[in-house]
């Protein structure tokens, strides 16, 4: 769990890769060729094909993004399922009761 987490930390790092993430979520399914289209055209980043690849192959490794073969194409698609896992990792359950601050001594005057 703890090497999972450090390479989904590291993933969400870098602010590149942070866009594709939202390029993602608001369109699931693209091809390379397409993510690359909307970093320029939309945010001005001239990144190579070859750059872009190696963030997207970092983002799998975390668990981010998951791709799919069709024919000759390969889509991304964004896995939200670390995000909720990391956002829930330091939440009390709904129904569980509030947390109490730590102890802190008190102060004489």
């Not at 390479?7 to 993510?35: M, Y």
């Not at 001005?44 to 094909?49: C, K, N, T, V």
């Not at 983002?59 to 993004?65: D, H, R, S, W």
Request: hydrophobic fraction near 35%; proline fraction near 9%.
């Amino acid at each position: 769990m703890a090497d999972d987490d450090d390479e989904l930390f590291k993933a969400l790092a870098d602010p590149t890769r942070r866009i594709v993430l939202d390029e993602l979520a608001e369109r699931d399914g693209q091809s390379l060729f397409e993510i690359c289209a909307r970093l320029a055209t939309r945010h001005g980043l001239g990144i190579s094909r070859q750059g872009v690849s190696q963030h997207l192959a970092v983002l799998e490794a975390a668990g981010l993004v998951t791709t799919r073969r069709e024919g000759r194409y390969k889509f991304h698609d964004l896995n939200t399922e670390p995000l909720r896992r990391i956002a829930t990792r330091w939440l009390a359950p709904p129904d569980s009761p509030p947390r109490t601050p730590p102890h802190t001594p008190e102060r004489t005057p």
